[in-house]
């Protein structure tokens, strides 16, 4: 039984596997041959590589661009049982292939041993969010985590994502944030004036950060309305707001954590 005779196609057989596999799962059959991928919301990313003489064939696409092929043979010549025997190669193999190496699940566990009980963690094409609420206040935090990697026949390199967000935090909140994560850089600029005394207080508590936008605010002059540490943290001020200031940490997992844990 070779791919060019097989009386149905990947798209057929994609659809079976992830009648099984379940609605977390997305189909993306190849515009030709007997070939295509079955990705899932928790990062999966599995390459059906077709049918060759009963022998299903697949490969997981892990993290770090390693790959793991698995095989099994199929019970009959139809989408049904060619989607089963792919789902079974899945669900027995290749999902815990992926749960070994995945930095974006090892990632949101750290980020779940952190977060308060009443944290949410939602995976989308991926993604894992976490989110949650500062009680008595307006802040919320917000955690994302993703691992982009390549297609199957796609020359380019893995990139990863990570960083969380403080919405609506008062100005105790965010320098509670901001002290809580490393802040030290050789940046010449971090030594320039900041404006304002809500900036005063973001730079009394983080040193190192940077002034970023400064603008002429009638009846109180210069105003210095962003700080930040390229690849670290950034600062935004609304003054307008009862609780003005957003943070976003990126960069090391450890700073992120700190500052998760901050609040």
């Known amino acids: 039984m070779s791919s060019p005779t097989l009386p149905f196609t990947a798209a057929a057989v994609l659809d079976a596997a992830r009648k099984i596999l ?104 991926g993604e894992a969010l976490t989110t949650w609420e500062i009680p008595g206040s307006h802040a919320e935090v917000e955690h994302s985590t993703k691992i982009a990697r390549p297609d199957y026949l796609d020359d380019v390199p893995e990139y990863a994502e990570s960083h969380v967000t403080f919405r609506s935090l008062t100005v105790e909140q965010a320098a509670t944030v901001l002290r809580a994560i490393r802040t030290d850089n050789r940046d010449k600029r971090r030594r320039q004036p900041v404006h304002g005394p809500l900036a005063e207080q973001m730079r009394a508590a983080a040193p190192g950060l940077r002034p970023g936008d400064t603008y002429h605010r009638h009846g109180y002059g210069l105003t210095t309305v962003s700080l930040f540490v390229d690849g670290v943290v950034d600062v935004h001020l609304n003054l307008l707001r009862e609780a003005p200031v957003n943070i976003t940490v990126w960069g090391s997992m450890d700073n992120q954590l700190r500052a998760a844990a901050a609040l």
Not at 32 to 45: A, E, F, I, K
Not at 49 to 71: I, K, Q
Request: aromatic share 6%.
């Open 22 to 125: 379940g609605r977390d799962w997305m189909t993306f059959p190849a515009y030709y041959g007997m070939s295509g991928t079955l990705r899932s919301h928790r990062g999966h990313n599995i390459h059906f590589a077709g049918v060759h003489d009963g022998e299903v064939r697949a490969v997981g696409l892990l993290d770090g661009n390693a790959r793991r092929a698995a095989t099994a043979m199929t019970t009959a010549p139809t989408a049904e049982a060619t989607g089963r025997t792919l789902a079974e190669l899945i669900t027995g193999e290749l999902e815990g292939a992926h749960a070994k190496v995945s930095r974006t699940r090892l990632m949101a566990a750290k980020v779940a041993c952190v977060a308060p009980a009443r944290a949410r963690t939602l995976w989308y094409h």
